[in-house]
């Protein structure tokens, strides 16, 4: 995935490292003139040295093209507007902020960034869900990133087909809330009969959403 990171201190920094290791594309984007140096020393990453709450700043880094967009620097007003910029304006697939002071983070989703948190593993790892589900979308994280709302649809040669939910084997810590079929949704029970097509949503910790992405894709053989 192509990233795009504002803020080049030590959860930036730390940010990059993991996202290359996990061969990710990663473009960074700092304000301090020596800190850029170091980091284009340190890092196989694109550096770009400038403003990121600027337009063109922005721009130049990619956001627009970016899979995901993080605003990690040690100022909150900073990373808000940058994030809503990335999201309103140049249409970030994924954008996620940094909020210093915790007493920020509503604030952050009130305005419309619903991905605020304060922590690089946190962050680290709403990326790595995005990336590892790729035939699922994760529309939520839950309880700081232990659970998600996830939805998906059914393929057309799905394994799923004309199968009743109760006897869909679905994972530990996962929940069937509702299908969308031809525009309707509805809520499922066990005796609601799946078929191709339809959409999907569930709630899943984490540490099943990739064993129900695994039942969900099952295709015939």
Do not use: Y
Request: with cysteine.
């Amino acid at each position: 995935m192509n990233m795009v990171i504002m803020g080049g201190g030590k959860v930036g920094w730390n940010l990059a490292r993991i996202m290359l290791e996990r061969k990710h594309f990663v473009n960074l984007i700092e304000t301090d003139r020596i800190r850029c140096r170091r980091l284009a020393d340190d890092l196989d990453a694109t550096v770009i040295r400038g403003d990121g709450t600027n337009v063109s700043v922005l721009e130049a880094a990619g956001t627009e093209n970016c899979d995901v967009f993080m605003a990690v620097t040690g100022h909150d007003q900073d990373n808000l507007v940058a994030a809503q910029l990335a999201k309103e304006h140049f249409h970030a697939k994924k954008v996620i902020a940094r909020a210093n002071d915790p007493r920020n983070i509503e604030t952050f989703r009130v305005l419309g960034i619903s991905n605020t948190v304060s922590s690089t593993d946190i962050i680290s790892k709403l990326i790595e869900q995005e990336a590892d589900l790729v035939h699922m979308h994760l529309i939520a994280t839950l309880n700081m990133g232990k659970a998600g709302i996830c939805s998906m649809v059914l393929p057309q040669d799905t394994l799923l087909d004309g199968v009743a939910v109760k006897d869909v084997v679905f994972p530990g810590g996962t929940l069937l809330i509702s299908l969308i079929r031809n525009g309707t949704l509805t809520i499922p029970n066990g005796t609601t009969v799946l078929r191709r097509g339809d959409e999907l949503v569930a709630v899943s910790e984490e540490r099943s959403q990739k064993a129900l992405m695994k039942v969900l894709t099952a295709l015939k053989k």
